[in-house]
């Protein structure tokens, strides 16, 4: 018998065991992370004969990271299943990004087949990938590795120095990232500068190059493709997370575009040395015609991608690798075959108010990752979607339709933010101490002023600080001209200095009033300012009276 071990539930989701021309030909074994066992369902878990949880390989991970598993728990397993399986009858399969690096250490360290360490390097390592390519005279895009102590001892040369190389706006991300994630498009240099010190793994600059992006999905065995196809994308990747859906659709084959870059997704893995199952290449297709390599996985699209690839080709993708993989053989597709293609929810930071599905021509699946009156927290990965969803058609320009009218579609209606809350409020101690302390000792308003000139309070003395012209048409009953315009030593000689000085202008949309307060404070008065200004206090209906200043 042999021993297949799964190495992550990311890909396998598709995987169809009913096709399995003998299943009791092969034992699978999973090792999955434990915050990833959780994604296998009930009959998911009846094909295993041992499941393996182990801790994931990161302390504290983000949710696209989830899946990685511990190599050192993993090879323990792998240990234990060779005590009574030979090498040449255990075979290690993964088809999450994540987890190539450690699927492949695994065939090395235990000397099993399949590809092993130095024949992932090339596609987890973009600057390895890239520069491969070049030699091959593949056409990729301006590249460099960032170095971060010279972004710390001179962060305006440095930016100079990227921007001569690769022009602007320019594309950093970290080297062996996927969805994504951690990708930043430099505009200008004030988001270079602000740049963290450490990203705490390594990352590449790239030039930004403008262009529709499609995928090409390929399956290899013994260095040929025995399936190549080509989907369209929506939008660039990096706008999803502003808001926009990222769809893409399945290419007829019988389009152009589908030869022209199967062939160069051809050069590439040639040149990268292809390894047996699955590859996704991501390229460019720029308004002068070129094709730009983006980059390039050793496994299938992720999330919905490849269970719309299996309905539209009628090929089950994760069966036919496993088979080249394994030796394992599987019956072929048996579902109905339909034009399909697949979307992914975007989200952003807020709280959901409304779910709201597509109105399309084609029928829609929707698989729902957010609720109504859940919190989103920002982010950047694609894996970290508001959910998915599966188009399907028999009408392929029906579906190439829907394809494009999904450019106007937004999924998630969100509640608009507290404009009372969105800022902290203060402590109530330091709330007293600023409403008692300043507010109240520098701002009175008209219901008091008139209070006590009612009352004949002595001390106090209100200022018209209007233009001579408008304290002669109307102003305070009793009030003292002096426009804050005049106010200086001179003019302020026959103030005396012991009363409390009530300045007003026009209104609340005039600080005339505080202009004055604050001229006469300065040449060391008392004062506080009538808010409100001569508007209310004529609201209020208090006296006022003609008259040029005396």
């Known amino acids: 018998m042999k021993t297949a071990v799964v190495i992550s539930t990311r890909g396998f989701g598709v995987f169809r065991h009913d096709l399995l021309v003998d299943p009791s030909e092969v034992r699978l074994v999973g090792v999955f992370a434990d915050r990833d066992v959780d994604n296998l369902t009930v009959a998911q878990h009846d094909w295993f004969d041992q499941i393996h949880v182990v801790p994931c390989g990161l302390s504290d991970p983000t949710p696209m990271l989830y899946s990685l598993v511990d190599p050192e728990a993993a090879r323990k397993v792998i240990a234990g299943l060779l005590t009574d399986t030979g090498p040449a009858d255990l075979t290690v399969h993964c088809y999450d990004e994540q987890n190539m690096t450690v699927a492949a250490e695994l065939r090395t360290h235990f000397g099993l087949r399949g590809p092993g360490a130095a024949d992932i390097l090339p596609f987890r390592d973009k600057c390895l990938m890239k520069r491969r390519l070049l030699e091959a005279d593949v056409r990729v895009p301006l590249f460099g590795l960032f170095d971060p102590e010279r972004h710390a001892a001179d962060a305006t040369a440095y930016f100079k120095a990227i921007v001569a190389e690769v022009g602007l706006p320019f594309i950093l991300k970290p ?12 505009t200008g ?3 270079f500068d602000a740049l963290p010190s ?6 590449e600059y790239e030039e930004f190059v403008e262009g529709t992006m499609y995928s090409v999905n390929i399956v290899s065995e013994a260095g040929r493709t025995v399936f190549g196809g080509v989907t369209e994308y929506l939008v660039n990747s990096l706008e999803v997370p502003g808001g926009k859906v990222n769809a893409d659709i399945n290419l007829i084959d019988t389009d152009p575009r589908v030869a022209r870059m199967v062939a160069f997704a051809d050069r590439a893995l040639d040149a990268l040395g292809r390894p047996d199952g699955g590859s996704h290449l991501e390229l460019f297709h720029t308004r002068d015609d070129e094709l730009v390599f983006l980059e390039v996985g050793a496994r299938f699209k992720g999330m919905a991608g490849l269970a719309a690839m299996q309905r539209n080709y009628g090929i089950a993708f ?3 690798a496993f088979e080249i993989e394994s030796g394992v053989k599987s019956r072929p597709y048996d579902g109905e075959q339909i034009y399909c293609f697949d979307g992914v929810v975007p989200k952003k930071q807020g709280v959901v108010k ?3 599905g597509p109105d399309l021509e084609s029928d829609v699946e929707m698989t729902w990752k957010v609720e109504v009156g859940e919190e989103i927290e920002s982010s950047n990965s694609l894996l970290a979607n508001g959910g998915t969803f599966l188009v399907s058609n028999k009408d392929y320009e029906a579906a190439y339709r829907d394809f494009r009218r999904l450019a106007e579609y937004r999924p998630i209606r969100y509640a608009e933010p507290s404009r009372v809350l969105g800022v902290r409020p203060a402590s109530p101690e330091n709330a007293y101490a600023y409403f008692q302390g300043f507010r109240l000792a520098c701002e009175t308003d ?11 309070v002595s001390g106090l003395v209100v200022l018209d600080v209007r233009r001579t012209a408008a304290y002669a048409t109307e102003h305070v009953r009793g009030a003292v001209s002096l426009p804050h315009q005049d106010i200086s030593h001179e003019t302020v000689k026959e103030l005396a200095p012991e009363p409390l000085y009530v300045t007003y202008g026009w209104g609340p949309s005039c600080n005339g009033g505080t202009r004055a307060a604050a001229k006469l404070s300065a040449l060391g008065f008392k004062v506080k300012e009538m808010i409100g200004g001569f508007e209310y206090w004529k609201r209020g209906g208090y006296p006022t009276e003609e008259g040029t200043p005396s």
Request: charged share 30%; aromatic share 10%; hydrophobic share 40%.
């Open 175 to 186: 080297t062996d990232a996927a969805a994504s994630e951690g990708v930043l498009k430099i």
């Open 318 to 320: 994760v069966n036919l």
């Open 446 to 456: 008209p219901f008091d002023v008139h209070h006590d000139l009612e009352e004949g």
């Open 189 to 191: 240099y004030d988001e």
């Open 354 to 356: 409304e779910l709201i």
């Open 198 to 203: 450490d990203f705490g793994r390594a990352y």
